[in-house]
């Protein structure tokens, strides 16, 4: 999801620079509601590799693949883009027929994904994501990025019935690893925290484990909302409308610094380094490999954006 996200301004900036645009978009089949938020978006073209991979004999996988393979030929471009530059991605791009621009051998994730290109692009690794992405574009398009980050989304305020008119919190609480969770005692000192300043937490969830933690955090916490099981857009909605986003690693934190709300990242078993939290808005990365942001730490940010 973050690689998906990451490459949002890169199409805000083609949007700005390229008159009469048609950009068309393959991309994951469970994270393509996030390019259906931007504008410039004609077209998305789902690929569904994480499925596909676990039954490769499969009748119907084969199937499934040949009519992406089609839907690829069907429209003529004038260029295609890896801006993700893995071996997977470049080995998509090269089934259509166009000219086909990456990174170079020395700027790529994977070095032998260049080997696909036609044109290649140095830019900087030690650039984050989003600028590395926005160079990119720009190189291969032939433009000037310009100094303002801007992720372009298009959000649908949505009212959810379950949740109160109040201000509220959103607290992204579930990611991909246990090392990469803020600790529960943390979570409750935040929400207690923030119902004494009279301000909702919000907890979203996404699998049945997830669910369960917001549940057991819910059950301490007078303020505390279990958000029902959300899609893309309507976690977009929700984020959009929130007074503050506090969330560890994960896609969801990411996608609210896109929407544009202030955000503050909590990373305990990884570094933000060169793809933290990157927005227009308040948006803050604290911690790193083994190094859990403390409450104060939290809250000092918190407050912070409280009294702006």
């Known amino acids: 999801m973050g690689d998906v996200i990451h490459c949002l301004p890169a199409a805000t900036d083609m949007q700005r620079h390229i008159p009469d645009l048609q950009l068309d978009w393959v991309v994951e089949e469970g994270f393509a509601d996030i390019p259906r938020l931007h504008p410039v978006v004609n077209k998305i073209i789902p690929v569904a590799i994480r499925r ?3 039954n490769l004999f499969s009748k119907k ?33 090269r089934m259509v027929d166009a000219p086909y621009s990456g990174y170079d051998s020395q700027s790529i994730r994977e ?28 190189q291969a398009l032939g433009y000037m990025i310009d100094p303002e980050i801007d992720y372009g989304l298009s959000i649908e305020p949505q009212t959810f019935a379950w949740l109160p008119s109040d201000a509220y919190v959103v607290g992204l609480h579930a990611t991909s690893r246990a090392d990469k969770e803020w600790p529960e005692p943390h979570w409750i000192e935040l929400a207690q925290k923030l119902a004494a300043l009279g301000l909702k937490l919000v907890l979203p969830w996404g699998s049945t484990q997830e669910h369960q933690r917001a549940e057991r955090l819910a059950k301490t916490l007078p303020n505390a909302i279990v958000a029902p099981r959300l899609n893309l857009q309507q976690a977009a909605a929700l984020l959009a409308g929130a007074r503050l986003v506090v969330g560890v690693d994960t896609g969801l934190t990411h996608l609210a610094a896109a929407v544009g709300v202030p955000v ?23 911690g790193g490999m083994a190094d859990i942001p403390s409450v104060g730490q939290t809250w000092g940010q918190v407050q912070q954006v409280l009294a702006a």
């Open 52 to 54: 596909w991979r676990k």
């Open 61 to 93: 996988i084969h199937q499934e693949f040949a009519a992406f393979r089609q839907t690829l030929q069907q429209q003529p471009y004038d260029l295609v883009l890896d801006t993700q530059g893995l071996l997977k991605s470049a080995w998509i791009g």
């Open 111 to 138: 070095p032998l994904a260049s080997w696909f290109y036609r044109q290649k692009f140095a830019v900087s690794r030690q650039l984050h994501a989003v600028q590395r992405n926005r160079q990119l574009a720009a």
């Open 264 to 286: 503050i990242a909590l990373y305990c078993a990884s570094e933000p380094g060169l793809t933290g939290v990157l927005g227009k808005a308040f948006a803050v990365n604290l």
